[in-house]
DNA sequence: AGTTGGCAGTCGGGCGTAAAGAGTGCTAAC
DNA sequence: GTTAGCACTCTTTACGCCCGACTGCCAACT
């Protein structure tokens, strides 16, 4: 089923039209606006068979054309004029990296702020999961008398956010000695398969053992924990006529507040492209709520996943500046860390 | 101005049940459910009186009478009756805390996620600024060759979240050191106060002062930067009728998704009380929007404030129920970390 | 003096009708 | 293949109307 040029660009021309004003476009729009050369009755005749294939649809009779997700699909994939930004936009993504650093989970909360604040619509970032990294180091660092912190260092990911008790105070040293212990027997292993093996060999580590089987399930739980979601601008979405409706608004923000929702939906599908776009419909149960769109990328640097961050709104989005918007963002984001 | 003891009883009835049925009451209403035992013309003096009196409103001339802000505030400091959480809820709440430990964010992000699912409101949750505490120990953990994590250690709080990177490479032994020199120099005082100091002398460490420079930048960093704001079903505002309107919600949204806004009206007054609440009133420009109301608590543990949880939703709010969950949370929390 | 029943007055919400407006589909002619 | 024209459909808005829900006030009662 190839469409003919002119039935492309009359496409091309209702989707950039709807997604400009969120109004059905009519014939008689598209003549007026964008293709003086031929009259509203034969463009009518063209919409007429883009619904018959599947690409429009009418809310009711006399109205004019809305595009489906199929649209959108073809619209993103082929027929859309790619953006680029302005050197302001580029250079205020820069200055962001530049000035800032850390680990990932602070790149990514900045991804994620300046993508909002350049696209306008919510977005979204989860650090890849590096659970099936190779444990480089473990540390335990004391913080009181009777607490420490467990390290994790793997090659992209530093784990910091797990501590364990002791019954009684425990010395430096000890902590120290279990530490580079610890390093010694788990690195090089993956914090998954720690999880899945039973450790009775440690028991002969007498007066150790006790802090081994703590620090284990320190790492068990980094295994099954989920991965923090970030997100800005979550009432972003209200911009849009279309969220005018209080039920889509709920629909839209429980989805969008899930943490385990949001983790599937950005969960890349494995396939090496670099921008994924998922359009939400009825069938497609991806976890996309009907009427919106997610797109969406994930970085890398040095061959390692570090994230995937993107952008959540109305299936009448603005894809050229988001795609270009994500596209950059990756961009500089791998340069500067592949760099170090 | 001193209110009749029936004057108390009618507008404890109206602010009741304007709470539970979200519709503007009327006289006939409080005779039919509540007073039987007069006719509806005396109890619309009575409504006329306090209306006079400022503490209830008429949306219009034959509407039914609605609490102003002035009543909220009456009704939770005198007329309402104090409500007990059920055997199921408390040792729910007694069983989260018990089962996780952690730092004290962890534990703010947990309590908020509790107050939010027992009285069905955003919760909100901020840890108490440590940046005024005294510095106990500070630790450079070596991560990756030229890059090592900045951990300071303060009688309540753990610092973790910055980073420093290094021109080159810098052996183990050379940070453990450093450690040692930042410990010794810096423990006693507040971050507060580093940051505000300038540390000249520290040019005689000759080999370590680029080190001691970096962590300076840190700990001003961390006196600087925002406290977390920990929030969880920001959603649940849309289960109330009054939030039917979308820009209300605009307004809701935007609010609760600014981390300075909400730290701003969480911040605690140095009042000694332990459940505050604030409503939302056009004069009042406390950030709290209209119609909203917040009701917050602040949380200690050996005398060491640890941060401010609270609720936020519509002033038709169950505070009956909110107070008596801040209340509980607030208890066991502060038990089982004074005990440890 | 406080309370009550009754009644007039006000306002919002729901409903049907009417008219206007926007678009389409179809057809006959070019 | 394209076009102009026309009939048809459906939405939106407005208007008028009535009903129901309250209140406020007043005169009568306890």
Aim: charged residues 30%.
């Amino acid at each position: 089923m190839k469409l003919s040029e002119r039935k492309k660009k009359i496409l091309q021309i209702v989707v950039d039209d709807y997604i400009e004003t969120a109004v059905p476009v009519s014939s008689k729009n598209i003549t007026d606006k964008y293709m003086k050369d031929v009259s509203s009755a034969t463009v009518r005749s063209e919409l007429s068979a883009l619904e018959e294939l599947g690409y429009l649809t009418q809310l009711h009779t006399s109205s004019g054309r809305v595009p489906s997700p199929e649209a959108y699909k073809l619209y993103v994939s082929e027929l859309m004029v790619k953006d680029k930004l302005s050197v302001k936009e580029l250079n205020y993504i820069k200055k962001i990296f530049t000035e800032k650093s850390g680990d990932i989970e602070y790149v990514i909360k900045n991804a994620v702020k300046i993508i909002s604040e350049l696209t306008d619509y919510t977005s979204i970032g989860v650090p890849a999961a590096g659970t099936d990294e190779k444990i480089e180091i473990i540390k335990l660092v004391k913080i009181k008398p009777d607490a420490a912190l467990v390290l994790i260092v793997t090659q992209s990911r530093l784990y910091k956010d797990n501590y364990i008790n002791f019954p009684e105070s425990v010395s430096e040293e000890r902590i120290n000695n279990a530490s580079d212990m610890l390093t010694k027997i788990f690195a090089g292993k993956t914090m998954v398969e720690v999880a899945e093996t039973s450790f009775d060999a440690l028991a002969q580590f007498e007066e150790y053992k006790e802090i081994f089987y703590k620090v284990i399930d320190a790492l068990k739980e980094y295994a099954v924990r989920n991965e923090n979601v970030f997100m800005e601008g979550e009432e972003k979405i209200l911009n849009h006529p279309e969220y005018a409706d209080v039920d889509r608004i709920k629909n839209f923000l429980s989805v969008v507040s899930s943490n385990d929702k949001m983790v599937n939906i950005l969960h890349d599908d494995g396939r090496d492209i670099s921008i994924s776009v998922k359009i939400g419909s009825e069938e497609n149960a991806d976890g996309v709520p009907e009427g919106c769109s997610v797109v969406s990328a994930t970085y890398s640097a040095n061959g390692q996943k570090l994230g995937t961050y993107g952008v959540i709104g109305p299936s009448r989005m603005d894809y050229q500046k988001v795609v270009a918007v994500l596209e950059n963002v990756g961009k500089i984001l791998e340069n500067i860390l592949s760099n170090k």
